[in-house]
């Protein structure tokens, strides 16, 4: 009796996928108006963006770019007794922003936004981004100063380790 109902429920589950996947897929395709919130140019671009990101999967190795990422931190602002404490920890600051800039292009952006209208006035505009995602064969460029307080860390990921993320992204 049990295995009977684990059964129905399973192809009650598998049945609301396939149709719920293809009611999305007539939305999107559809001229369909927002309503409740419901956004058909969502659906639209992360269609267009597993569209992309088939294209990177099946690229082959000369269309693979070498991403580069620029990071900057301010030496007075950081944290540290000596001067040789601060520029130590800006250079890391400005890697960690760097380190950033990459987990941005490789696995984008989440943006979180809110706005409060009242009496057709915005009264408050907020937003919220956030970046996660795992970095690996960064290599770093080049550290140098820019200026009297800053400093610039530049790091690269190349063409090898890419074209090896891909291959290790293809087997999962």
Same mark, same amino acid.
């Given at each position: 009796?049990? #295995? $009977?109902?684990? =059964?129905? *429920? ?7 996928? %396939? ?11 559809? &001229?369909?108006?927002?309503? =409740?919130? %419901?956004?058909? #140019? &969502?659906?639209?671009? !992360? ?7 088939? +294209?990177?999967?099946?690229?082959? /190795? +000369? $269309? ?10 301010? /030496? ?7 001067? *040789?404490?601060?520029? @130590? ?12 800039? @990459? ?10 936004? =809110?706005?409060? /209208? ?5 009264? #408050? !505009?907020?937003?919220?981004? /956030?970046? &996660? ?5 960064? $290599? ?8 009297? !307080?800053?400093? +610039?860390?530049?790091? +690269?990921?190349? $063409?090898?380790?890419? @074209? ?9």
């Amino acid at each position: 009796m049990l #295995n $009977k109902s684990k =059964n129905v *429920a399973l192809t009650f589950t598998i049945c609301s996928l %396939f149709l719920s996947s293809g009611c999305l897929q007539n939305i999107a395709s559809s &001229k369909f108006s927002p309503m =409740n919130g %419901f956004n058909a #140019n &969502k659906i639209e671009s !992360d269609s267009d963006g597993i569209v992309a990101l088939k +294209e990177v999967f099946d690229s082959s /190795v +000369e $269309k693979i770019p070498t991403l580069s990422a620029i990071g900057y931190a301010v /030496v007075s602002s950081q944290p540290g007794r000596t001067d *040789a404490q601060k520029r @130590l920890m800006a250079i890391r600051s400005a890697r960690m922003a760097a380190m950033r800039e @990459l987990a941005e292009q490789i696995h984008g952006i989440q943006v979180d936004s =809110n706005t409060t /209208v009242i009496d057709l006035m915005v009264q #408050n !505009d907020t937003f919220r981004a /956030v970046v &996660k995602g795992v970095i690996r064969g960064a $290599k770093t460029v080049r550290i140098n100063p820019t200026g009297v !307080d800053t400093y +610039e860390t530049v790091l +690269e990921i190349d $063409k090898d380790m890419m @074209l090896m993320m891909l291959r290790n992204a293809r087997r999962t």
